[in-house]
């Protein structure tokens, strides 16, 4: 939309709107969404009512076809959008898990370790003699 401006009163000069227009979104359809939409569209038996249900959603002919696809390929799976981008690897996420696992534990072995060292500490400092267990260390 523009609007007009006079220069020096002789001669209209039309300037652009300065307002920009966001981007459009995509769209994401729910898988229930999907099924719902398939089970109208099964059920049009006049001509033209395929096409209304289409305007009526604001959908083109392509969104049947290709979930008509993805519900012969798995019924609820075949609905549900696949995840964009790289794949997860399996292994990758083992692996960090027992990392993490590993560094809880030796933490933990740590603190276990300094806790003996104290008492060890103590009990020279109360005179006690030494147990077993800390013989055998």
């Not at 220069?7 to 769209?27: D, I, Y």
């Not at 933490?107 to 147990?131: F, H, M, N």
């Amino acid at each position: 939309m523009s609007h007009t401006q006079y220069n020096n009163g002789k001669q209209a000069v039309s300037l652009p709107n300065p307002e920009v227009v966001a981007k459009a979104a995509r769209r994401h359809f729910t898988a229930e969404y999907k099924r719902r939409i398939l089970q109208e569209a099964h059920a049009c038996t006049r001509p033209g009512e395929v096409g209304a249900l289409l305007r009526r959603e604001g959908l083109y002919s392509s969104h049947l076809t290709t979930w008509r696809a993805q519900f012969e390929r798995g019924a609820l799976q075949g609905l549900t959008p696949l995840k964009r981008g790289r794949k997860a690897d399996p292994q990758a996420a083992e692996i960090a898990r027992l990392q993490r696992e590993n560094e809880r534990l030796t933490a933990q072995l740590e603190r276990a370790e300094l806790i003996i060292d104290v008492q060890k500490k103590v009990s020279r400092l109360l005179g006690l003699p030494p147990t077993e267990s800390a013989e055998a260390k």
